[in-house]
């Protein structure tokens, strides 16, 4: 079941949260827990706001007023939305990192070939030497002039 769903009755959501239902159309009224609504207008509370609800009555025994609750409701929703937000741009950041062209990194291998790499991995350096050395020009346009490797050390 999602958390969030608005399924409980007031008396039922009353019953679960330890409180009489006069008290949940009360924190309604004032906007401290905001139930959702049936087309009909009754009220029908997630489990969130069943958890919100358990959590007005510890902070309200321990002498915080319903104001200051309330703020500290607000900002916990926030904090919420906020880090649903920072999830979601991580994935797109992290998608674009391995879709932008360019961003991929290559490597040659010890026979000449080139590969990608992973960004996240490490190759072992080689200490072998390749020198690069013009071919031998023939004289006629269009031959290659390509460079061709001779291996050292």
């Given at each position: 079941m999602?958390?969030?769903?608005?399924v409980f009755a007031i008396a039922v959501a009353a019953e679960l949260a330890?409180?009489?239902?006069?008290?949940?159309?009360?924190y309604d009224r004032i906007g401290l827990v905001v139930p959702g609504r049936t087309r009909g207008g009754s009220r029908r509370y997630s489990m969130r706001d069943i958890e919100q609800l358990r959590e007005v009555a510890q902070l309200s025994s321990e002498g915080m007023s319903l104001p200051a609750i309330a703020r500290l409701l607000?900002?916990?929703d926030e904090v919420r939305m906020l880090r649903r937000r920072v999830t979601e741009l991580e994935g797109s950041l992290r998608a674009e990192r391995e879709n932008r062209p360019g961003v991929r990194v290559f490597a040659a291998g010890a026979s000449g070939q080139v590969f990608t790499v992973g960004t996240t991995r490490r190759i072992r350096r080689s200490t072998e030497v390749v020198l690069w050395r013009p071919r031998a020009a023939s004289g006629e346009a269009g031959e290659d002039d390509t460079a061709s490797p001779e291996r050292a050390g």
């Open positions: 999602d958390v969030d769903s608005p330890g409180m009489h239902p006069q008290t949940l159309r009360q607000d900002l916990e």
